[in-house]
């Protein structure tokens, strides 16, 4: 059964780091791509970071660029997304999600079918 669970959450201040993890089981990395996606009260679930099982390329969204990494250990079957220089306006729940054979061109919700339960991530002073 695939599955997917996410840790690493907390909360931090602004300017810190934290780093997620996704750890997967039930299948391999290989053949899905893992994206992160965040919601933050009130608003749309946003795609934020996404790593192809193949190629291992990635993606990320203009709002992380620079500040954020994702990376994948395929012995441990995880995924890892590195946040750094944190802001107020990053804190919300943090999603993983997995397609299969699925690309990372359009960080689009519909198009990954199996999702974690989430992290909470508060940027907070």
């Known amino acids: 059964q695939l599955q997917l669970v996410e840790s690493g959450g907390g909360l931090v201040q602004p300017g810190g780091s934290l780093r997620l993890s996704c750890a997967a089981s039930g299948f391999s990395l290989d053949h899905y791509a893992i994206s992160w996606f965040r919601q933050a009260p009130g608003k749309e679930r946003e795609g934020i970071s996404c790593i192809n099982g193949s190629s291992g390329r990635t993606n990320h969204a203009d709002s992380v660029k620079g500040r954020f990494s994702i990376s994948r250990d395929n012995a441990k079957n995880t995924v890892y997304l590195q946040m750094n220089s944190l802001k107020p306006e990053d804190t919300g729940v943090y999603y993983c999600?997995?397609?299969?054979?699925?690309?990372?061109?359009?960080?689009?919700?519909?198009?990954?079918?199996?999702w974690g339960q989430g992290t909470q991530v508060t940027v907070s002073s």
């Open positions: 999600a997995a397609a299969y054979l699925g690309y990372c061109t359009v960080l689009h919700a519909p198009f990954f079918n199996s």
